[in-house]
């Protein structure tokens, strides 16, 4: 089915401003979890044991590097050991507000380290900050709101 969608009808950069658009939900959701939830930012990695405190900013600075097409402030570096906490479950977020990290993340991967990141996982990862039931009206306003003129 997701192959049918008309995302997969419109060209690269207008699937990039989609998933830029959708993004910013995802960045938006991760705003409020953070000001929500400050106790949940910090965790202890499983390996050596150290403390760390998840950088607020970073989902904001990726998101600003995948709109410029360049690694802004040292983005990949810093999304090292989050990735990997969340990766060994050192770190957890609610499902929505960790999908939607990821999507920032591979949005940033796709559009500025060139990573082979499948259009419509970015898709599907943004989208997860929504109710289920506004996900296909938000995906088609993303679609909508693409701006006609080169």
């Known amino acids: 089915m997701a192959s049918t969608h008309p995302f997969f009808q419109l060209g690269a950069d207008s699937r990039r401003l989609v998933h830029l658009a959708l993004c910013e939900d995802a960045l938006r959701t991760w705003n409020t979890y953070v000001q929500d939830e400050p106790a949940a930012l910090r965790y202890r990695d499983s390996v050596v044991g150290m ?36 990766q060994d479950d050192d770190l957890t977020f609610p ?40 996900v296909a009206a938000r995906l088609t306003r993303a679609i909508d709101e693409l701006d006609p003129t080169p």
Not at 51 to 61: F, G, N, Q, S
Not at 108 to 130: C, M, P, T
Request: hydrophobic fraction near 40%.
């Open 95 to 134: 499902d929505s507000v960790e999908l939607g990290y990821y999507a920032i993340y591979n949005c940033f991967r796709k559009y500025v380290s060139g990573a082979d990141i499948e259009d419509w996982l970015i898709v599907n990862q943004a989208l997860s900050v929504h109710h289920d039931s506004e």
């Open 51 to 86: 403390r760390h405190t998840v950088d607020i900013e970073l989902p904001a600075d990726a998101l600003r590097a995948a709109r410029a097409g360049v690694n802004l402030a040292d983005v990949d570096r810093r999304y090292l050991e989050p990735i990997t906490a969340l």
